[in-house]
């Protein structure tokens, strides 16, 4: 959330033309859908997750780091820049066997990536992807020469284009009995269960060396892929008996499964936050920016959620304050007063957490107890419905979500918990917001995407739309309807004014049009999703005071729109 205003975040993508797919088609390149590779016993890569860094690794020209999100498996993946004349090719040098067969494949993301062989005495391999909106896996093979005792492999990107990921590098074949890779991981022991909710399980299990991330098993299926030791698995059924199981992986493979466990989730108790069906969320400034300044008994009547920003971190890891800002000259009692009144007319107030300048970190588990604790006694203090999570710089999602489940054990069935990543972190389930709003589906209220700020960005057509459109709003939610969020769980994310963001800002008549296509089929653009979703929670906006500031115009043009869907 851009609070008040910072600089865009673009994520332009150029497609080349003819004159590149001329070029690649000379160097006798590929473009390949990956198709997946065959598990060895045997990964020749060192550090093949990127879980010790760049160990291993040299990138051209600095290009490269290790990310903790995107990650396709483990905690890590690289992430290298291409820069004026460099493409940021990332290598490393594998001992092979000569006169020998090898499969090479790693999990990409990003616009004309590539992986590829040298070295290899024979024909050098080399295959690419124009665009890997989210997780793709790329995948050749190559034979080595009579001489050949070590290859070189790589990745690369393209000039010109902006950054790529990539994870879970393989070269499987004949090894150097010196240099044996890393092997399949054991199974893992000590899986235990127990029935979290009316309709999640939470599982747990003991670590198994060598293991970058585990397959979770509902009944047989695979329901989930965590990078810890712990997973919740929801949208389960009430009193109902599920069997489940866990893999471990690697870049080699995955391992045998776990002895199986069988429980039984309990009774169903009815309630939860009492949200209409469709609803409008707005924030209010606990600052003065330039905007109008409001009190919470100003807020325009068309909000049915009211996110409060923002809590302060305090020097506690994970905890956090609420102070009012004396510049508002706003009444600690005044202020509860008027929660309570927006509360019985059928609103919701939750403390929002985070921002742009927001530095709260959940890391491990002593901060995510740190965070419940808190923010359950700012609800107590205050009246907060709910909470916010609106953390711009990052998130844990394996500790954020264990955060969220202690405030929800804690605040009980009614407890509102809405998020507004950037787009950007929206684009794939792998990514760590998205994975944290899977995570707690159960509980979740709405996912408000701030859809601005974002420059241009992939749609799940995998085509890319550039912000301030109709085609932007929809081709993105489309991103998260498809990627398993419930239609009541997602909500358009837009500034109320274009003095309230950097860039994005359409009219309310666009946002009613984007909830239009997406609920109905109708007023779309030129994107139009296959299957529509009624039940569309509906919008967001920052910020209230920007909205009083132009007039309450967006408030009194998407509010009864929103209201009115079906």
Known sequence: ?????????????????????????????????????????????????????????????????TVTS???????????????????????????????????????????VYLGASGTGTTDVSTWTPSASGWQQLSTTFSTG??????????????????????????????????????VPAAPGGLTAKAASSSSVALTWNPVSGATGYNVYQDGTKAQSVSGTSATVTGLAPSTSYRFEVAATNAAGE?????????????????????????????????????KVQKISDVQSQYDIIAVAFADATATPGAVSFTLDPALNYSEAAFKADIAAKQAAGKSVV?????????????????????ADSVYALMQKYGFNGVDIDLENGLNPTYMTQALRALSAKAGSKLVITMAPQTIDMQSPSAGYFRTALNIKDILTVVN?????????????????????????????????????????????????????????????????????????????????????????????????????AGDAWSSGVGPHVHALP
């Open 1 to 65: 959330m851009e609070h008040p205003i910072r600089s865009n975040r673009t994520g332009t993508r150029r497609r080349l033309g003819t004159l590149l797919a001329t070029a690649l088609a000379a160097a006798g390149l590929t473009a390949l859908g990956g198709s997946p590779a065959h598990a060895a016993d045997v990964n020749l890569v060192r550090n093949p997750g990127f879980e010790s860094g760049l160990s291993n690794w040299t990138c051209s020209s600095d290009s490269g780091t």
């Open 449 to 549: 995407t701030q859809f601005y700020n974002s420059g241009s960005m992939n749609g799940c057509d995998g085509k890319v739309y550039s912000q301030g459109t109709v085609d932007f709003l929809t081709a993105l939610a489309c991103v998260q309807l498809e990627g398993g969020l419930d239609p009541a769980q997602v909500g358009l994310g837009l500034p109320a004014s274009a003095r309230a963001a950097g860039g994005g800002y359409v009219a309310p008549s666009v946002v009613d049009n984007a909830l239009d296509c997406l609920a109905n089929g109708t007023n779309c653009g030129s994107f139009k999703p296959s299957r529509t979703y009624p039940g569309i929670r509906g919008a967001m906006t920052w910020s209230t005071n920007w909205d009083a500031a």
């Open 255 to 291: 391992s045998a499964r776990s002895t199986a466990v069988t429980v039984t989730t309990g009774a169903g108790s009815g309630g939860g936050p009492s949200v209409p069906k469709h609803a409008v969320t707005g924030y209010w400034q606990n600052f003065d920016n330039g905007a």
């Open 351 to 371: 403390i929002s957490i985070g921002g742009e300048k927001g530095s709260v970190s959940v890391n491990d588990a002593a901060s995510a107890a740190n965070f």
């Open 70 to 112: 995107p990650a396709h498996s483990g905690t890590s993946a690289l992430k290298a820049t291409p820069a004026g004349s460099d493409d940021a090719r990332c290598a490393q040098t594998v001992s092979v066997r000569p006169n020998s067969s090898y499969t090479l494949s790693a999990w990409v993301q990003g616009s004309y």
């Open 146 to 183: 009579a001489n050949t005792t070590s290859v070189t492999v790589y990745t690369h990107g393209w000039y010109g284009q902006p950054a790529y990921v990539a994870d879970d590098v393989a070269l499987t074949g004949p090894g150097d009995p010196g240099d044996p890779g890393d092997p």
